[in-house]
């Protein structure tokens, strides 16, 4: 079974800009996490999303953003760019079969996103 | 704030010893318990989960979890330098959609 792809694997953009990554779970995964990963704050979840809705959100400005597809792939959108928002952007699937806390994560390779 | 503590490392060991990575957590609803191993460049990989007291071991793997302390633990058996890596300990809670919170991770030089 294929794992978890994400699109594009690196990214450099100016600040100002805006940049939308694609995150493929595994088949049958229905559960997307986003995480942004930096040497200072290490792993910090943004946001996750079960059946095309966000159930959950982390502490992050609004100019980070997500949706899911019926297929449950799945965007995030980072508007405005800034210096700091330069990091390794995670996203992970699970199945939530039942939508319990059990479930496990794995992630994909992630995105490298820098901002000049 | 629900927070998950690890200490940064370096932890040294030699080649064929056992390694001994520690994490505490602060949210007593915490359920779920991981920890995952993240080569330098790489996405996280999922090592193995724990969601009862006690022991569960995978090949040269055991994790240990105390409830009550707040405390998880991971042994590695006979370590090799491929174990050479940052290893990150993650919480859940019990609610669907709840989100895994890291400790920034212990980083492990396995020197042969």
């Known amino acids: 079974k294929a794992g978890v792809t994400q699109t594009p694997r690196y990214l450099i953009k100016t600040r100002g800009q805006q940049v939308t990554l694609s995150c493929s779970p595994i088949?049958?995964?229905?559960?997307v996490s986003w995480y942004q990963q930096t040497p200072g704050q290490g792993l910090q979840f943004l946001f996750e999303?079960?059946?095309?809705?966000?159930?959950n959100k982390g502490n992050f400005p609004g100019r980070f953003s997500g949706r899911q597809f019926s297929n449950s792939r799945s965007e995030m959108n980072v508007s405005t760019l800034e210096l700091g928002d330069s990091a390794l952007y995670l996203c992970?699937?699970?199945?939530?079969?039942?939508?319990?806390?059990?479930?496990?994560?794995?992630f994909g390779p992630g995105t490298r996103l820098t901002v000049l | 704030q629900k927070e998950v503590e690890q200490n940064s490392g370096p932890l040294s060991v030699p080649e064929g010893a056992i390694a001994s990575l520690n994490c505490t957590y602060s949210?007593?609803?915490?359920?779920?318990f991981f920890w995952y191993r993240q080569y330098s460049g790489k996405s996280p990989e999922l090592i193995m989960f724990?969601?009862?007291?006690g022991d569960k071991e995978d090949g040269r793997f055991t994790a240990q979890l105390n409830k009550a302390s707040q405390y998880v633990s991971l042994l590695i058996r006979d370590s090799q330098p491929s174990d050479s890596a940052t290893y990150l300990c993650?919480?859940?809670?019990?609610?669907?959609?709840?989100?895994?919170?890291f400790g920034k991770g212990t980083t492990l030089s396995v020197s042969s």
């Open positions: 992970a699937s699970s199945l939530v079969a039942s939508g319990g806390g059990t479930d496990t994560q794995y």
């Open positions: 088949s049958g995964h229905r559960s």
């Open positions: 999303y079960f059946s095309e809705t966000q159930r």
């Open positions: 949210d007593r609803g915490s359920q779920s």
């Open positions: 724990i969601y009862s007291n």
């Open positions: 993650a919480v859940k809670g019990d609610q669907a959609g709840t989100a895994l919170i």
